[in-house]
């Protein structure tokens, strides 16, 4: 999700700057990254056994305090700031079924696990990555502990700093005022908050990761492990948590085994880089020309430090050394590009880096900075089009010093995907069909959700007027009147869950519904909600509240549903509202994704090599 927010002291040039924006974003166009070229006869020997590779699965709260940042109003101009119903009630299943897809290999999350970055976003996607009962990696991406990806507010100060309360108040689920439990202070998730988590959920199984202990909750600190079994997927971490306002500054590194492959001459290792060492939070017009902390990546000296006696150790093996990180090659700062570069000089082998962040995917080669190219592979997302993952393993040619790189486009069909067309046929096979309905009932049903939710986009003229005004009630009640009718599309969505479903979701009838609800069924509590008509702000705050808290109700519910056909089904609406959204995008409007962009750096294409010159 990429927002565009205006901060107070620059609210009188807000009008200027848009339409200024405006025009440059009609200005804007796409030139192709030079790619790799057509492939030379070689002799690989496979190094290493296939690995799962996904990345901005940017799971979102959607039930907390609305902001304008959030607001279906800025989603008319900034696209994909609100996403389609189904995406946040279903979206997660898309990365449990990539996961699942084949569970005998390792899996490496490239970022953007989040995207607004609440504590309740990281629950429920760490009961998928748990779920998977085998070794994985994350890398932490800017929506990993920034809100939205951008803004680096001081959530460990919420109660005296404006903006870390909103974004707080934006991460209490349920949205009820009595609801304690999500209530806290501690809803909003920093970077810090972030790589704690992770390192406790691998504390938590000494028999997996012996030596490895839980980080303090409070304070500086930093970890330096390794695996006493060289070869387990994650064989060692760095990392530094920092307190207070620089938190953002705290990174993760590590250090990822690949399987060897049978008759495999070298290791190869993959070095997972933290590119989200964001800077202070910037100005409002640094925003507006699409500068974030978030935006541009970077990796600042001590991580290297930290991690550079990894390079050493590879080299003095002969392993090949692979380097990944959220943020694509080129939104990378120069400074950090220029740091790695030197690091690689180490290296006397041919070069590759992983990424994430574009959410469109390519192939490129990359020769700046040094005269050894860089082989980069950026794969797509599995929260907007093109959904997909990549099934990546490594070959190599001793005499040739090439190293291929094998990376299958998932899912697929009979034959590699070669078209939007293939890719979205491959995963109604594998899902829509598996559910037991037709794609094309499915798709009837989330056109129109989809029509629905862009048509009742408010006006971005109200919404700017809202930021303007230190006082105005009726833009306030215009905000949540569009929150609520986003609640609306997702309401109504469950009910569509409640009919399809069925015996599928056996719980859900039986679901203990609010108190407020006084009796009523399931689909009488949900229809009688959607048909109040609120006369005043504070009927409209209320009624947001009960909608948003019976979303996240159903919603968690759904959580628990693990019948094949039903999560078949639930994975399959994701898509297919994504798609259609996307589809109803104009080209110009869409961060460069259109099939014909990515057709020219090579999307489709499934296996590249790289050389030393």
């Not at 943020?327 to 220029?338: D, F, K, M, P």
Request: charged share 25%; aromatic share 8%.
């Amino acid at each position: 999700m990429h927002v565009i927010t205006y901060p107070c002291r620059w609210r009188p040039a807000l009008f200027a700057a848009l339409a200024s924006t405006a025009a440059l974003a009609g200005c804007a166009s796409f030139t192709p990254q030079p790619g790799p070229g057509d492939e030379p006869a070689a002799r690989y020997v496979a190094l290493t056994l296939p690995i799962t590779a996904i990345g901005d699965t940017q799971e979102h709260e959607s039930t907390g305090m609305p902001l304008h940042d959030n607001d279906s109003a800025i989603d008319a101009y900034v696209e994909v700031t609100q996403r389609p119903p189904e995406q946040p009630l279903f979206g997660r299943r898309i990365m449990e079924w990539a996961l699942q897809a084949h569970p005998d290999d390792p899996w490496l999350h490239l970022g953007d696990v989040l995207d607004l970055s609440c504590r309740s976003e990281a629950e429920r996607m760490s009961r998928i990555f748990l779920g998977t009962g085998r070794p994985g990696a994350i890398l932490p991406g800017n929506h990993d502990g920034l809100m939205f990806g951008i803004y680096r507010y001081d959530a460990l100060a919420a109660r005296r700093d404006r903006g870390a309360a909103k974004w707080n108040a934006a991460c209490r689920r349920g949205a009820a005022p009595e609801d304690v439990e999500f209530r806290t202070g501690n809803e909003a998730f920093s970077k810090r908050d972030f790589i704690v988590r992770y390192l406790e959920k691998y504390a938590e199984v000494p028999q997996t990761m012996p030596g490895l202990k839980a980080p303090p909750k409070d304070g500086e600190h930093r970890v330096s492990w390794s695996h006493p079994d060289p070869d387990f997927f994650v064989s060692a971490i760095e990392a530094r948590l920092v307190e207070g306002t620089g938190y953002a500054d705290s990174f993760l590194a590590q250090r990822l085994k690949l399987p060897r492959a049978p008759g495999a001459t070298r290791d190869v290792i993959v070095i997972g880089l933290d590119t989200n060492q964001s800077g202070p939070l910037v100005s409002a017009l640094d925003t507006i020309r699409g500068h974030s902390p978030g935006s541009i990546g970077h990796v600042h000296p001590e991580q290297v430090a930290a991690i550079s006696h990894w390079v050493a150790q590879a080299a003095r093996r002969g392993d090949i050394v692979v380097f990944a990180g959220h943020h694509n090659w080129r939104s990378l700062g120069l400074a950090t590009r220029i740091l790695l570069r030197d690091l690689m000089e180490n290296l006397d082998h041919p070069l590759v880096y992983l990424s994430a962040h574009t959410h469109r995917g390519f192939w490129a080669v990359h020769r700046a900075l040094a005269s050894q190219p860089l082989l980069e592979l950026n794969v797509s997302s599995l929260s907007d089009w093109p959904i997909a993952w990549r099934r990546i393993s490594f070959a190599y040619d001793e005499a040739a010093q090439r190293l291929l790189v094998r990376a299958g486009l998932l899912p697929r069909g009979l034959t590699p995907s070669a078209s939007d067309q293939d890719l979205l046929a491959a995963w109604q096979t594998q899902t829509c069909d598996a559910s037991g309905f037709s794609a094309e009932y499915l798709r009837s049903i989330d056109s129109a959700a989809v029509q629905r939710q862009r048509e009742s986009r408010g006006s971005l003229f109200d919404w700017l007027w809202e930021e303007i005004a230190t006082e105005c009630e009726s833009c306030e009640q215009a905000r949540y009147q569009h929150a609520q009718a986003y609640q609306d599309q997702m309401l109504a969505t469950l009910l569509q869950v409640r009919l399809h479903l069925g015996p599928a979701a056996p719980e859900l009838p039986r679901l203990k519904l609010p108190e407020w609800c006084g009796g009523r069924i399931y689909y009488d509590c949900v229809r009688d909600l959607m048909a109040e008509q609120p006369k005043d702000l504070a009927a409209h705050k209320a009624l947001f509240r009960r909608k948003a808290q019976l979303v996240d109700l159903i919603g968690s519910h759904l959580d628990d549903v693990a019948e094949p056909k039903a999560k078949a089904y639930m994975a399959c609406r994701a898509v297919l509202s994504t798609k259609i959204d996307f589809d109803a995008t104009p080209d110009d409007r869409n961060a460069n994704r259109s099939e014909a962009n990515r057709r020219a750096e090579q999307f489709f294409r499934i296996e590249a090599s790289v050389g030393m010159d």
